[in-house]
């Protein structure tokens, strides 16, 4: 994801389960995944049909679009950005991934997720789920990757805001992390800024607490619902993204069971160190280096 751009790459990530506690990762960490290249296959087939449209004569240029966003909608995402400026913070998250396999079944992967946050550049995420279980830690310096199933893990030389740091993960050692975006400087700007349209759909209850459930349609083509605190905080509670373009309709949901504000937390909340009995994974020279990525 550019998180300028939007939200996209961090959740069109979501469409495909993260990577297994037992996979090898050599050769330059390969992320070319059968899943991957079912989604560009439906991504190219959507080109396609859009080219055979009639198109606006070259004098006719299409007047700009201005989005269509509801005062409430504006309202509830400008304080929930505020909540999570918050410098430090810990998390923990329920998942589901939901895609097509290659015979056209549906499948749903789940996962648990405790994400300890240090903003501008510290955060560490422990995934356990159905495709296994691993921990992702970033320290302003270094992003690292342990797989405690299989002993392994891996590191790349990272730097910048969290999102950048873990686009670096996502694209050298294909590990996803579909929340990037709420880590973003300015996390309002990335969900607003992608807007077509975006308002209030109703209130619901998630969890015992009242909520404003908000719809968004997006310029990237996807559909996203946020389901916020009906206060001042706008603390998330639920998040569904939808990809309504792509084959079956792909979805991430992710629903917040806890957000703590906490202490200032120390450096060392954020440092890998690796047990003794694990291997470390060896990368092609260019991408430990951090110099090109795996793709």
């Known amino acids: 994801m550019e998180v300028c751009n939007g939200l996209q790459r961090a959740f069109t990530k979501a469409r495909r389960p993260s990577v297994a506690a037992n996979r090898s990762v050599d050769g330059g960490v390969h992320a070319v995944t059968a899943m991957r290249h079912a989604i560009q296959t439906a991504a190219l087939g959507m080109f396609v049909g859009f080219a055979a449209l009639p198109t606006a004569r070259a004098d006719e240029p299409t007047p700009p679009v201005k989005p269509a966003i509801s005062d409430e909608a504006a309202t509830a995402v400008s304080q929930m950005g505020k909540t999570l400026l918050a410098r430090d913070m810990t998390i923990t998250a329920r998942t589901i991934s939901i895609y097509l396999d290659?015979?056209?079944?549906?499948?749903?992967?789940?996962?648990?997720?405790?994400?300890?946050?240090?903003?501008?550049?510290?955060?560490?995420?422990?995934?356990?789920?159905?495709?296994?279980?691993?921990?992702?830690?970033?320290?302003?310096?270094?992003?690292?990757?342990?797989?405690?199933?299989?002993?392994?893990?891996?590191?790349?030389?990272?730097?910048?805001?969290?999102?950048?740091?873990?686009?670096?993960?996502?694209?050298?050692?294909?590990?996803?992390?579909?929340?990037?975006?709420?880590?973003?400087?300015?996390?309002?700007?990335?969900?607003?800024?992608?807007?077509?349209?975006?308002?209030?759909?109703?209130?619901?209850?998630?969890?015992?607490?009242?909520?404003?459930?908000?719809?968004?349609?997006?310029?990237?083509?996807?559909?996203?619902?946020?389901?916020?605190?009906?206060?001042?905080?706008?603390?998330?509670?639920?998040?569904?993204?939808?990809?309504?373009?792509?084959?079956?309709?792909?979805?991430?949901?992710?629903?917040?069971?806890s957000w703590k504000t906490q202490p200032p937390l120390s450096d060392s909340e954020f440092t890998f160190e690796p047990p003794a009995d694990v291997k470390k994974i060896d990368l092609t020279p260019a991408v430990a280096s951090g110099t090109k990525g795996s793709k």
Not at 102 to 124: A, C, E, N, W
Not at 205 to 225: A, R
């Open 102 to 257: 290659q015979s056209g079944q549906p499948l749903h992967i789940f996962h648990t997720m405790k994400i300890t946050v240090r903003r501008p550049d510290r955060i560490v995420v422990e995934f356990t789920g159905d495709d296994g279980k691993h921990d992702l830690f970033y320290d302003g310096k270094a992003a690292s990757v342990f797989f405690p199933d299989s002993k392994q893990y891996a590191t790349i030389p990272a730097s910048g805001d969290i999102p950048s740091a873990l686009n670096e993960v996502a694209t050298k050692l294909d590990v996803d992390f579909p929340l990037g975006a709420l880590f973003a400087d300015f996390p309002d700007k990335v969900l607003l800024g992608d807007a077509l349209a975006a308002w209030q759909v109703g209130t619901a209850t998630v969890d015992g607490v009242e909520c404003g459930h908000l719809f968004f349609s997006q310029k990237s083509g996807i559909d996203l619902e946020l389901w916020v605190e009906k206060n001042a905080a706008a603390t998330p509670h639920r998040l569904v993204v939808t990809y309504p373009l792509l084959q079956g309709q792909p979805s991430f949901v992710a629903e917040f069971t």
